[in-house]
């Protein structure tokens, strides 16, 4: 059975994929290229460097290590005026729900995320407090599809990955869920998130008693 839960933070809990999407898409406009949300999927769950070098290679450009870094910079700048407006209208459908069925029952509950902003975002959302354990972008050395973020996240809340449960919205994450031997499940477009043991295209798709069988099995 299942004792305790990951969360991914973009794209689960709240729908921040949208900013990073429009910051690297004004990134790549002013590089003279476009940049499509088609393209942006492979943008979910991976670091910033790493979106970086597949941006600047969609596009065909090498930089200097200098540029490489300013443009880092200044992705995360415009990152940052979107999520700096936001508040809790911006959580996904149902996730409060979920997240007081677990606490209501003392299900220890993790963050797992890539972004090195996720601790920002969950207070400007008011949902820090839930979290027994918060693993992000600032604690990992290998990303998703490495299983690192979730192992990590396991070992903080004291449990066997065996009996860990992750919420992920993207391929990586649900790659790297797989690769922790946990219970993966998809939030989100089915087809695109195949490699999920289970998916939803949203919480408010996902019973309660989808969650009550997986705790008392
Ligand atoms: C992940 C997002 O959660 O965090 C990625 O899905 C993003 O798109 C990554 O690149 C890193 O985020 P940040 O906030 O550290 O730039
Ligand atoms: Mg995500």
């Known amino acids: 059975s299942i004792s305790a839960f990951i969360f991914d933070l973009d794209g689960v809990i709240v729908d921040t994929a949208k900013y990073h999407y429009l ?73 409060p729900k979920v997240l007081d069925f677990l606490k209501e029952r003392n ?3 993790a963050l797992g995320s890539a972004s090195k902003n996720a601790r920002p975002i969950l207070e400007k959302v008011h949902l820090l407090s839930y979290f027994d354990a918060i693993v992000d972008g600032n604690d990992v050395t290998k990303a998703k599809p490495d299983p690192e973020v979730f192992l990590i996240a396991a070992r903080k809340l004291k449990t066997a990955p065996e009996k860990c449960l992750v919420f992920e919205d993207a391929v990586a994450g649900i790659q790297a869920a797989n690769n922790a031997n946990m219970l993966s499940v998809g939030i989100g477009h089915p087809d695109i998130l195949s490699e999920a043991k289970y998916n939803f295209k949203d919480f408010s798709e996902m019973s309660i008693e989808f969650l009550t069988d997986l705790i008392a099995d």
């Open 23 to 95: 910051a690297w898409r004004k990134l790549a406009n002013e590089l003279g290229f476009e940049f499509t949300k088609e393209q942006n999927e492979q943008f979910k769950g991976v670091s910033r460097k790493r979106c970086l070098e597949i941006l600047l290679d969609i596009g065909g450009i090498t930089a200097t290590q200098n540029q490489f870094d300013r443009w880092m910079i200044e992705k995360n700048e415009d990152y940052l005026e979107y999520i700096e407006k936001m508040d809790e209208s911006e959580i996904l459908p149902d996730v």
């Open 107 to 109: 299900i220890p509950i």
